[in-house]
């Protein structure tokens, strides 16, 4: 249930609402902070695919180079596992091990939709199998799945992988993930890889304040689309003392940090070239701040999700690159400022993430 915020909590309209989100999301301009530093800022960085997470820091970054996110994950001070949404996300080794456990309940509920398939099996002994076979040596996902069909050879196989990527905090060891010199997806422990020992779950009051940080202002049901997870209205009401509120154009309620980055709706906001899969567009509930409504559901198709163009804060167009282009669709027509602007940033992208390569910046038509 969305709660309505009382009548006297200030408004904060759409486009305050977007600057102070691209604030605490570095894309109102770049930080110079370490890429490290800023995973753990962002409360991790979704990682469906292998080069994500490094696009979505060259847009936040000041002279940011997919080295610098490559390195930490090799030195195992960064890793690849399953967390929010149930979806793989790239987290510092700080936040690994506290965060899965927080987001148990919807890898409970994933698990119980494969209950059919894992009749007679002894999920317990299944984690302490599975633990047992990916310690010993890094395996793929079909490689578990055999080895666990030898002791229940009458489940589903699916299903038994699946129960093991659901009871264990599984990572992605490397080379896959790093740029450039990605592998095939072999998994271990996150206590094994990081060295480190497993931590019980953390009462949600901190992420709700570290979510807010990179996220806010944001309602209870927007932190619980980002997190994968239900009823965290308790958690924002032991906070209520320390937080601001505020409400939304519907009403909405809305926390805050009360010293947390509000900028003036009218501050410039440069182009940025984000990639499939980025958080700021998938951690709100009410993602009307980022997209306008004539322009929902432009960004994906089925469960495909396209390469997005920010202009002026606000989803403009798809971005991908194709033969030796950088093609940029905008759903609207530009202004000649904006064309120069995105073409600036396209190739400050492109010096980036393919100084070695040689492309050419092309604005297509608008996108129906």
């Not at 076979?133 to 002791?151: C, D, I, K, S, Y």
């Not at 939304?248 to 010293?259: A, K, Q, R, S």
Request: glycine content about 6%; some cysteine; proline content about 8%.
């Amino acid at each position: 249930m969305t709660t309505k915020a009382a009548p006297t909590a200030p408004v904060l309209g759409l486009r305050a609402l977007n600057r102070a989100t691209l604030a605490r999301q570095l894309l109102l301009r770049r930080a110079t902070m370490d890429a490290e530093a800023a995973v753990g800022h962002l409360v991790g960085l979704q990682a469906q695919n292998v080069k994500p997470p490094y696009y979505a820091l060259a847009a936040r970054l000041d002279g940011f180079a997919p080295e610098d996110l490559s390195a930490p994950m090799a030195d195992r001070r960064v890793a690849r596992l399953v967390t929010m949404r149930s979806t793989i996300h790239t987290h510092t080794a700080d936040d690994c091990l506290p965060l899965r456990p927080l987001v148990q309940a919807a890898r409970d509920r994933e698990l119980h939709a494969f209950r059919h398939g894992l009749t007679g099996v002894d999920l317990d002994r299944l984690a302490v199998l599975a633990r047992e076979l990916v310690e010993a040596e890094p395996r793929t996902m079909g490689q578990l799945r055999e080895a666990l069909l030898a002791e229940w050879p009458d489940a589903d196989p699916q299903a038994l992988a699946v129960a093991a990527r659901c009871r264990l905090p599984l990572v992605q060891v490397t080379p896959r993930g790093l740029w450039g010199r990605s592998g095939r997806v072999t998994l271990t422990t996150a206590e094994h890889w990081l060295g480190r020992p497993a931590r019980p779950a953390p009462a949600p009051d901190d992420t709700v304040l570290r979510y807010l940080a990179a996220f806010g202002p944001a309602s209870v049901k927007d932190m619980q689309t980002w997190a994968g997870l239900t009823r965290l209205r308790d958690a924002f009401e032991r906070l209520r003392p320390r937080l601001a509120t505020f409400r939304d154009p519907n009403g909405t309620e809305l926390f805050d940090l009360p010293d947390a980055p509000r900028p003036d709706p009218d501050t410039p906001a440069p182009p940025r070239f984000l990639p499939e899969f980025d958080n700021l567009l998938l951690s709100h509930a009410d993602r009307t701040r980022l997209v306008a409504p004539a322009h929902k559901g432009r960004t994906w198709r089925k469960n495909q999700a396209y390469r997005v163009l920010l202009v002026d804060g606000f989803v403009a167009g798809l971005w991908k690159l194709a033969d030796d282009a950088l093609v940029v669709e905008p759903f609207d027509a530009l202004t000649r400022e904006q064309r120069n602007e995105v073409v600036e940033e396209g190739g400050r992208m492109l010096a980036t993430m393919h100084a070695d390569t040689a492309y050419d910046i092309r604005l297509g038509t608008v996108r129906d």
